[in-house]
């Protein structure tokens, strides 16, 4: 193999900067970042965790109609938007609401889908946040895409492009990496690894010897990193976007992580998992690994510790009352946006519907 | 006051032509997609493009037209208007999840703040002894997404002006290119009068029945309006242009004018674009009808191969027959 190949080739194990123990790990490639982007850190998981788990609460009362939770994997969600700029790009799975919000979308607006009441209920141009997408792998040429035009105009961007463990048996995958190698395009793409595509283990998806592997058939530099390690997942993501920022392409990061919960309520994991299994990951939980060596180190104090659960609940509050408004639905909206401006056919037909409810107005 | 000019161009030419000065008029403009670079394109729509405008503007992808697509899909979010080329209509169907979960929906799903001013442009349909893969209709796929604006030229002078009017489009355009008409000629005039995507037009006028087609069935409908022409029978000729949107209010006013109409497509007749229009007009125009609406169109079967493609496209005799049938004996 010559010397180049290797370099495209993830490390052996996982990158780690902080054992399931909080100790800091010996000898790691990657430098922790410093404790106050740690401290940070520590009030993002804390929020994201309570916002995964007010999501959760809300479809069991109605106001949403599924939650995909990305409880266990915080930090990734976390780590992905911290590493960003202003002028980046994010692509979200229908998991990543909260690296969505951590981008800096409104977290009632990010819900608007499962809220149902529009798809997208945000602006992807005010905080650079592409619509979340459910098709799988398919906004992985999006994100590519998004990247080459921003380096045709000599724009510095780099766009974080995300997807799970099953998304990357899809096409688009293999298109997307191709074609940002190809025409070394400023893209992160980010592999949650959480095991499990709905009930699909990760040994039916492939054979590879990790996922970050299959960047070398691409001229892809991948990075393996333990996904539950907030301080690893700063340094390699950080690495793969300033990589990306520095003209040096794109770069494939796969995350080891797990989904704690069931792919959505709708879903009965017990189907397909031992409890035992999850209970193995709930010592791996980032927040308590972040929180130890963050306390053993003396910058965790009770008031910052206090300040963080404040600062959680109260956009836990801010998405509760938010999903509890009803929104009253313009029926007139489901013709407005189809195309520019609406076609005649689409004017007749929104006339249909706006007789049919004069009609029941005045019954 | 600019001065007009005529030029004889090949559909083929006339395309190119309108990808060259859409890229001369608008930097944001990027072509891309197989073989369009240093070959110009399998049918040369893009020749000497890449030279004129360099590798960044008109460039080669690697094979993979999902790829291509959802490229376009985001350079298309992030201010370039993409004209990418598939190279065959049977060969954008790995796109098609792009196309109808993405390109179609973009603009809906973020209530209009995300929309995408892109082109796919597509060679379709047979006539020229294509090889299975190569010979497709395929726009009843398109047609049927709302989101999509879908187009089909018959002539040199409406390529040019329907593919400019679709590059300046601010929704996505599935633009249908007859391959059997890339090499037909006619002069072109310059500044080109603008053919709005959504208008049809009357391409003959005619007193007795009225064809309706679009795109590769146009050529038949004329020939086969001449040829009645001389047996005594006036027929009018609609070309659509555009699929979608439907030109209702130009192609109801004719049917009325006339009483009959026969619908010509080249694509199989179940389900298709043929069956709409019939239905349209049959809803809109039924008091004005001497005659139920007939339809040519291919049969319902997989594209033939070369041997036996004429059984399957709409000619003349048949397009005549079915005239025929419409009931003028009252
Ligand atoms: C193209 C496509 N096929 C199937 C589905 C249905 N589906 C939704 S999520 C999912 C599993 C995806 O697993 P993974 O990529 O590992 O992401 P995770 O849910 O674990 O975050 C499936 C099969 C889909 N959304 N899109
Ligand atoms: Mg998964």
New binding site residues.
């Given amino acids: 193999m010559t010397p180049d190949s290797r370099r495209l080739l993830p490390s052996a194990t996982p990158v780690s900067l902080i054992d399931p123990e909080g100790r800091a790990v010996e000898n790691s490639p990657y430098p922790a970042p410093d404790d106050a982007t740690l401290l940070r850190s520590l009030g993002k998981l804390i929020t994201a965790r309570r916002l995964n788990d007010q999501a959760y609460a809300l479809v069991r009362q109605g106001r949403l109609a599924v939650y ?1 939770s990305s409880h266990g994997q915080e930090a990734c969600q976390v780590a992905a938007a911290q590493v960003l700029d202003a002028q980046d790009w994010l692509f979200p ?3 990543d609401t909260v690296a969505a919000v951590g981008k800096g979308v409104d977290p009632v607006e990010a819900l608007s889908l499962l809220k149902g009441d529009w798809h997208c209920g945000y602006d992807p141009y005010e905080h650079r946040v592409a619509p979340h997408a ?5 906004q992985l040429p999006h994100a590519v895409g998004v990247a080459h035009a921003a380096r045709l105009r000599g724009e510095p961007t780099v766009v974080m492009a995300m ?6 048996s ?1 096409g688009d995958f293999h298109e997307a990496l191709n074609f940002a190698a190809v025409f070394q395009a400023p893209v992160v793409f980010f592999v ?1 690894n ?1 095991e ?3 009930s699909v283990p990760l040994a039916r998806q492939t054979a590879a010897p990790s996922l970050a592997h299959k960047g070398i058939g691409y001229g892809v530099p991948g990075e393996r990193v333990d996904g539950n390690d907030m301080a690893a997942l700063l340094a390699v993501l950080g690495t793969a976007v300033d990589r990306a920022r520095n003209g040096e392409g794109p770069q494939l990061i796969e995350a080891h992580t797990y ?1 704690m919960q069931a ?1 959505t309520n709708a879903d009965d994991a017990t189907r397909y998992r031992d409890d035992a299994d999850v209970a193995a990951w709930v010592h791996r939980d980032p927040i308590t690994r972040l929180r130890t060596y963050l306390t053993a180190r003396g910058v965790l104090t009770d008031q910052a510790g206090a300040a963080f659960t404040a600062e959680a609940e109260k956009v836990a509050t801010h998405l509760r009352d938010g999903l509890n408004r009803d929104i009253e639905p313009n029926p007139e909206d489901l013709f407005a946006y189809v195309y520019a401006s609406p076609t005649p056919q689409l004017r007749e037909q929104s006339a249909v519907i706006a007789d049919e409810l004069s009609r029941e107005g005045a019954r | 006051m600019t001065t007009v000019a005529h030029e004889k161009l090949s559909m083929a030419q006339a395309l190119n032509r309108a990808l060259r000065d859409a890229m001369t008029d608008d930097p944001s403009v990027v072509l891309f997609g197989e073989d369009i670079g240093a070959l110009g394109g399998v049918f040369r729509i893009t020749d000497g493009l890449t030279a004129a405008f360099g590798e960044s503007r008109c460039f080669d992808t690697p094979l993979a037209e999902s790829g291509i697509v959802g490229m376009a899909v985001g350079m298309a979010m992030n201010g370039m208007r993409p004209v990418v080329e598939m190279q065959f209509d049977a060969f954008a169907y790995p796109a098609f ?1 792009q196309i109808i979960s993405h390109v179609a929906k973009m603009r809906n799903r973020t209530r209009g703040r995300v929309g995408l001013p892109m082109v796919i442009r597509v060679p379709y349909a047979g006539g020229i002894g294509g090889v299975e893969h190569h010979c497709d209709s395929s726009e009843a796929y398109y047609a049927h997404t709302p989101g999509l604006q879908v187009v089909a030229p018959a002539t040199p002078s409406d390529a040019y002006t329907l593919l400019r009017a679709a590059i300046e489009s601010p929704d996505p355009v599935v633009f249908l290119e007859p391959k059997k008409l890339y090499w037909s000629k006619e002069e072109v005039e310059f500044p080109s009068r603008a053919a709005g995507i959504g208008t049809a037009v009357i391409r003959r006028e005619g007193t007795d029945a009225t064809l309706i087609a679009y795109g590769p069935s146009v050529p038949v409908a004329l020939e086969a309006a001449a040829v009645a022409a001389q047996e005594g029978r006036s027929l009018q000729v609609v070309d659509l242009r555009s699929i979608v949107p439907f030109d209702d209010a130009t192609v109801c006013a004719a049917v009325r004018s006339t009483g009959r109409a026969v619908v010509i497509t080249e694509s199989s007749g179940f389900a298709g674009v043929s069956a709409e229009i019939v239905a349209r007009v049959t809803e809109r125009c039924f008091t004005s009808l001497a005659a139920p609406v007939r339809r040519v169109t291919g049969m319902d079967i997989p594209y033939p191969p070369p041997k036996l493609e004429h059984f399957q496209l709409p000619g003349v005799d048949r397009v005549l027959d079915a005239v025929d049938d419409l009931s003028w004996e009252q």
Avoid: K, M
């Fill in positions: 995909p799975t229908y998991r459910t098709p799988l792998a398919t997807c799970g463990d099953g998304g990357t899809e949650q959480n499990y595509a709905i989904r792919h | 999840e």
